[in-house]
């Protein structure tokens, strides 16, 4: 099915697939990764699984400051306050369902999308969502007082027009496949909101959003509680049903690690996702643990996951030179990590989009030359040779042949050592400062550390806090940082964020490597422009390759399961596992208390 003018008859979109496979037909009951009979009620208690020190807003739309968990559509969680007017779901990665929006029309040429609203929709505050509601959300987040990374995922929108009270016209610049998707994802936020002050200046303001959920109790930069409304207004619409059953949903903010698991071993909060695996193997353990009170399982995760790495900034001049950077990254020793640290938990990444559709290997094929051909003169020859991987350490290769071919890199590059000190022909020492805000890290950055001297390069470690971290970051004021970046399983518009060139000089955007590369841009254009699942895996598999040889990072590692912690029998989930999800939104949106009555709403 597809939603076009011509295949559907307007009452009939219900759901647009850039590529066409819709999963439920019109009128489907439920997802099957939910309950719809799910009791509500109950409470559930979280900490962020990201890098989080505290919050100081409630405007997750702007860049100064910093604002709670649970208010941002990113990565694979979902906003408990905003809503859009389409929504994805965790079977399908193309597709999305009508939500606030009751019917989606595609114009034949596809250069616009018609949106008519659900007049069941209201805000928190009882106001219906109405039109200027939508252009008003999208004139704010596309505005100059926004954040440049939300900007930067609708360039591809050329005007919203409002038609009706419920109806809404989004105009594109070209005809795009994806772009109803992009329109549809737009969190729509009340015109109201902020009583028209700046966007900007909206900081403390309470958020009037459409979720199921509304702000309640806050203790800022520590605590703050979702309370599910009684009144919301798509309990029972299909895209929701069994879904969002817990009464209140709390995140806490621990700034330390191990104060975190003390307190949830304490039972200060019910949930925890743990990513380092010597704390999952060494300290998930006790009492708590034996008798059931605490409860550790892995879920398996089939999603492309995080890409993780120490990015380099090309705009340092000591980092613009490819061999370069390649020869500090065969100083990371993976192999010895995992066995030495990591209690051989962790696979290496072994590309920019981490899942075997995406990753480049072995030579270039047909389709991927007829991407990368045209653009030979400009490309490295080594991008049609094999896909970039750095070397193990497993026999019969050693970190000695490693450095050894690490130093005939940096000799090749103007690099000649002095008295241990590798310097150029200017007499600068190679050094390089590592910003991140994980002590932990150090364990872990040590061994490379040593390697590098061992090349005459010296590493120096900056630990700051994370309000600093995330301030060098957006004006991108490092040598080397720690990045973990989701990787969609659909790679499209929100490419442009992280590898265009256009980004690599707007503040707050991901592009941290500073890639300024036509050649990467086209690439990307391809990508957004696909037609077809296999043209897009195979455009991603071109970029892959060409980013590969570009050694912008030094590749981490992930981990094949996710590994949760939770109060033992305090909760029920649905039978059925699903396709894509991150852990913490799959637990918060479809889980539920054992103990909440049957029925009750």
Not at 223 to 237: P, S
Not at 335 to 363: C, H, M, V
Not at 486 to 499: A, C
């Amino acid at each position: 099915m597809c939603l076009a003018m011509m295949a559907l008859p307007a009452w009939a979109a219900h759901a647009y697939s850039q590529f066409g496979d819709i999963k439920y037909s019109a009128g489907f009951d439920h997802f099957e990764y939910v309950n719809p009979l799910a009791p509500k009620g109950g409470s559930l208690t979280l900490v962020p699984n990201t890098r989080q020190s505290n919050f100081d807003k409630y405007n997750p739309f702007t860049l100064r400051g910093e604002h709670p968990p649970g208010l941002m559509n990113e990565g694979q969680e979902s906003s408990l306050v905003f809503e859009t007017l389409l929504t994805g779901n965790l079977d399908e990665a193309t597709t999305a369902y009508g939500l606030l929006a009751d019917d989606v029309t595609v114009a034949p040429d596809k250069l616009s999308a018609v949106f008519r609203i659900n007049p069941l929709a209201r805000f928190n505050n009882g106001d219906p969502v109405l039109a200027l509601d939508v252009k008003f959300s999208y004139d704010m987040q596309t505005s100059p007082q926004a954040s440049p990374r939300i900007r930067v995922l609708f360039e591809g929108i050329k005007a919203v027009t409002v038609l009706g009270d419920r109806l809404v016209r989004f105009d594109f610049s070209k005809a795009d496949d994806q772009m109803p998707l992009v329109a549809g994802s737009i969190m729509i936020f009340s015109h109201t909101w902020g009583g028209g002050k700046a966007f900007d200046k909206i900081i403390t303001d309470l958020p009037i959003g459409s979720g199921p959920y509304r702000v309640g109790p806050v203790d800022f930069g520590k605590t703050i509680t979702y309370q599910r409304r009684l009144d919301y207004w798509a309990r029972d619409l299909n895209v929701r049903r069994g879904s969002y059953n817990f009464d209140s949903i709390t995140y806490k903010i621990y700034t330390d690690d191990t104060v975190r698991l003390e307190a949830f071993k304490a039972g200060e909060f019910d949930v925890i996702e743990e990513n380092i695996a010597r704390r999952w193997a060494r300290q998930y353990k006790g009492m708590a643990f034996d008798n059931g009170s605490l409860t550790r399982s892995e879920f398996a995760n089939p999603n492309p996951g995080f890409y993780q790495g120490y990015v380099f900034n090309t705009r340092r001049p000591l980092l613009q030179d490819v061999r370069v950077r390649q020869a500090i990254a065969m100083a990371m020793d993976f192999d010895w990590l995992n066995r030495q640290l990591f209690y051989n938990s962790y696979k290496r990444i072994e590309g920019f989009f981490p899942t075997a559709e995406f990753t480049a290997s072995g030579l270039p094929k047909a389709d991927e030359l007829a991407l990368l051909e045209p653009w030979r003169s400009r490309l490295p020859p080594q991008v049609f040779g094999p896909a970039a991987r750095l070397p193990s350490t497993e026999p019969p290769r050693s970190l000695r042949q490693n450095l050894r071919e690490a130093r005939a890199l940096l000799q090749a590059a103007g690099w000649s050592d002095s008295d241990g000190v590798l310097r150029n022909a200017k007499g600068q020492a190679l050094e390089i400062e590592m910003l991140f805000d994980q002590p932990s890290l150090i364990r872990i950055l040590g061994p490379f550390q040593k390697n590098l001297e061992k090349l005459g390069i010296r590493m120096k470690f900056r630990i700051v806090d994370y309000a600093l971290l995330k301030k060098r970051l957006d004006v991108f004021d490092f040598d080397m940082t720690s990045v973990a970046l989701s990787s969609s399983s659909t790679p499209g518009t929100d490419l442009r964020d992280v590898y265009s060139s256009a980004s690599a000089g707007r503040t707050g955007n991901l592009n941290y490597w500073g890639i300024t590369d036509p050649v990467v841009d086209a690439l990307v254009e391809n990508i957004i422009a696909a037609k077809t699942r296999a043209q897009l895996a195979t455009g991603v598999r071109a970029l892959d390759r060409v980013l590969g040889h570009g050694y912008y990072a030094v590749p981490n590692w992930y981990a094949p399961t996710y590994r949760v912690a939770y109060k033992g029998n305090a909760f029920e989930r649905p039978a059925k596992m699903p396709d894509f999800y991150s852990a913490q939104s799959w637990i918060s949106s479809v889980w539920w208390v054992r103990s909440a009555l049957p029925g009750s709403h």
